[in-house]
């Protein structure tokens, strides 16, 4: 029970709450989260794979001192470029956004589903963290902060350049600096190659034009996504290759920056359920070990993120297991934990949310750039209050509405339900519960005749504009109520809802969820209503909670 309902049994009015929550000078200590859904570390010194079943993609991540960060695309969610930390790198948790909007800020007040921040990297130099992440319509971008955890710079475009991707800085031993890129077809009509440029020290400007150093054409079609190392007198480039379902990992290494390189296959799926794994990060650890992280397709899912035991032979890293000596290796399902020189307890992304603090979790993302006024939590009443907004000019789908408040699906099979008080103001004024992707579906409580009622509304292919339809209403007996989705493998979606909390009824059909534009499928809230108003109503959540 939450801590307002124990204060309110006992005769307590809201606002004494009030006074005594913004009074008290009690500390919690904050406990770190573990989801109740998945959890790599298997609590014997091992863990398992995926370390993050959840859409953190194109991942990359560094080791400063004791810590391990961790950066990810984010395309047009706002906030965006998550940073995660761990201290073992299988426990993770999320501890902010470099980006709080992303720029150009007024074109991404709309969704742009599959633009935005591309494949990032994330780098450590001169007592600074620095990201580099490429938006393919503009350019390349770096951001830095003196702190992982932020704030971080406003984002500097270092190169304006149309259908640039996948940057990653180097800081070389004698002082000079570089940055590797790829480059993609969609926007330039150039794949398959990887170019070194030039960069200022400070990195806020490329020198030149750049070298190109690499052509993947023949044998390794669609290398992208490089990470560069130096290493022993080598310079090394890790690359995927072969595309995001089904690629496999390479290493080219030089003694020259702009190379010849020669170049390996590392890591590939093998014998193995993995598909494609590939693209990530080399992290070597406090005792010497080096580790890969690396994502793997799962559809619905997203790209979630796995990390694999690596070693070097001959100067060329072999990443997962080689269970057959050619130097490739195979991806793990489960393995001992890196050493880090001692253990760490379990810890996981938040999922979850009670709503009683006086922010919103670092779990939830926009769908665009947000706007003042869509939500605001309330610590004291424990709830965040979502606001119904206007459907952009047009409406035809959710596909384009800016104010869904959305996360990332955590595992494979979860239940997700949420409790609400709808205080509608006007008919067709709407809130509920969403999965949203190329396809979704949500159920939703709506205002009609002084009534509200329940639905389940599916849209197929919403990215071209479909219509959504919407089954049939049931009347609610109140304004409080929970909504449900359970989801199950293969992302199928069964809708419910309840007046009392515990007997819950289904409605609509069974929903096959569907992958967004580059991204997995997200579950969330909205509120929305049919026009202009003089005053909007709203939805009180009072929780948010993965089972």
């Given at each position: 029970m939450k801590l307002k309902n124990l204060f309110v049994q006992a005769g307590i009015t809201l606002l004494s709450l009030t006074f005594l929550l913004t009074n008290s000078t009690a500390q919690t200590p904050s406990a770190a989260h573990v989801s109740k859904v998945w959890v790599a570390d298997?609590?014997?010194?091992?863990?398992?794979?995926?370390?993050?079943?959840?859409?953190?993609?194109?991942?990359?991540?560094?080791?400063?001192?004791?810590?391990?960060?961790?950066?990810?695309?984010?395309?047009?969610?706002?906030?965006?470029?998550?940073?995660?930390?761990?201290k073992d790198l299988?426990?993770?948790?999320?501890?902010?956004?470099?980006?709080?909007?992303?720029?150009?800020?007024?074109?991404?007040?709309?969704?742009?589903?599959?633009?935005?921040?591309?494949?990032?990297?994330?780098?450590?130099?001169?007592?600074?963290?620095?990201?580099?992440?490429?938006?393919?319509?503009?350019?390349?971008?770096?951001?830095?902060?003196?702190?992982?955890?932020?704030?971080?710079?406003?984002?500097?475009?270092?190169?304006?350049?149309?259908?640039?991707?996948?940057?990653?800085?180097?800081?070389?031993?004698?002082?000079?600096?570089?940055?590797?890129?790829?480059?993609?077809?969609?926007?330039?009509g150039?794949?398959?190659?990887?170019?070194?440029?030039?960069?200022?020290?400070?990195g806020t400007?490329?020198?030149?034009?750049?070298?190109?150093?690499?052509?993947?054409?023949?044998?390794?079609?669609?290398?992208?996504g490089p990470k560069f190392y130096k290493r022993g007198g080598y310079y090394y480039i890790f690359a995927p290759a072969g595309g995001v379902p089904?690629?496999?990992?390479?290493?080219?290494?030089?003694?020259?920056?702009?190379?010849?390189?020669?170049?390996?296959?590392?890591?590939?799926?093998?014998?193995?359920?993995?598909?494609g794994p590939h693209q990530g990060a080399w992290v070597e650890t406090q005792t010497g070990e080096s580790w890969f992280i690396h994502f793997q397709d799962k559809g619905a899912y997203g790209r979630v993120v796995h990390l694999e035991p690596m070693s070097w032979a001959d100067g060329?890293?072999?990443?997962?297991?080689?269970?057959?000596?050619?130097?490739?290796?195979?991806?793990?399902a489960s393995h001992r934990k890196p050493n880090v020189g001692r253990s760490y307890p379990a810890e996981t992304p938040a999922d979850s949310d009670e709503f009683d603090a006086n922010a919103l979790g670092r779990q939830w993302q926009w769908q665009a750039n947000p706007r003042p006024g869509w939500a605001f939590p309330s610590g004291a009443l424990g709830v965040l209050r979502i606001f119904n907004v206007e459907p952009p000019e047009g409406f035809r789908n959710f596909w384009g509405v800016p104010n869904l408040l959305l996360q990332k699906l955590?595992?494979?099979?979860?239940?997700?339900?949420?409790?609400?008080?709808?205080?509608?103001?006007?008919?067709?004024?709407?809130?509920?519960?969403?999965?949203?992707?190329?396809?979704?579906?949500?159920?939703?409580?709506?205002?009609?005749?002084?009534?509200?009622?329940?639905?389940?509304?599916?849209?197929?292919?919403?990215?071209?504009?479909?219509?959504?339809?919407?089954?049939?209403?049931?009347?609610?007996?109140?304004?409080?109520?929970?909504?449900?989705?359970?989801?199950?493998?293969?992302?199928?979606?069964?809708?419910?809802?309840?007046?009392d909390g515990k007997n819950f009824t289904p409605v609509g059909e069974p929903f096959t969820a569907r992958q967004g534009k580059w991204i997995g499928a997200k579950v969330g809230l909205f509120a929305v209503r049919n026009g202009a108003q003089r005053e909007a109503g709203y939805a009180d959540f009072d929780w948010f909670r993965f089972e």
């Open positions: 298997k609590g014997d010194g091992t863990y398992k794979n995926p370390i993050l079943h959840a859409d953190y993609s194109d991942p990359d991540a560094i080791r400063v001192g004791d810590d391990y960060y961790m950066t990810a695309s984010s395309f047009n969610a706002a906030p965006g470029l998550p940073v995660l930390r761990s299988v426990n993770w948790t999320l501890v902010g956004h470099a980006l709080r909007r992303q720029p150009p800020y007024d074109l991404f007040g709309e969704p742009q589903h599959g633009g935005g921040v591309w494949a990032p990297s994330i780098r450590y130099h001169d007592g600074e963290f620095y990201i580099f992440y490429p938006d393919p319509d503009r350019g390349i971008y770096m951001t830095k902060a003196k702190d992982a955890a932020g704030p971080w710079s406003e984002p500097l475009l270092i190169k304006e350049a149309r259908g640039w991707e996948d940057p990653c800085p180097l800081w070389d031993t004698d002082g000079s600096a570089y940055l590797v890129s790829a480059m993609v077809a969609s926007r330039s150039i794949k398959s190659v990887l170019v070194v440029s030039r960069m200022s020290a400070d400007r490329l020198l030149d034009d750049g070298v190109m150093v690499f052509d993947g054409h023949d044998r390794n079609p669609t290398v992208e089904t690629g496999w990992q390479l290493a080219l290494r030089s003694k020259s920056i702009y190379g010849p390189y020669e170049q390996r296959v590392v890591l590939a799926q093998g014998g193995t359920k993995i598909n060329w890293p072999v990443i997962g297991i080689d269970r057959d000596g050619d130097g490739v290796g195979e991806p793990v955590p595992a494979e099979s979860f239940t997700v339900t949420t409790k609400a008080t709808f205080n509608a103001q006007a008919d067709g004024e709407k809130t509920g519960l969403v999965v949203m992707g190329l396809d979704y579906a949500y159920v939703s409580v709506s205002k009609r005749a002084e009534r509200l009622y329940v639905s389940q509304t599916v849209c197929k292919n919403a990215d071209a504009g479909a219509a959504e339809k919407q089954g049939a209403e049931t009347p609610l007996p109140g304004s409080t109520f929970y909504l449900r989705v359970k989801v199950s493998p293969g992302a199928l979606c069964s809708f419910s809802y309840s007046s």
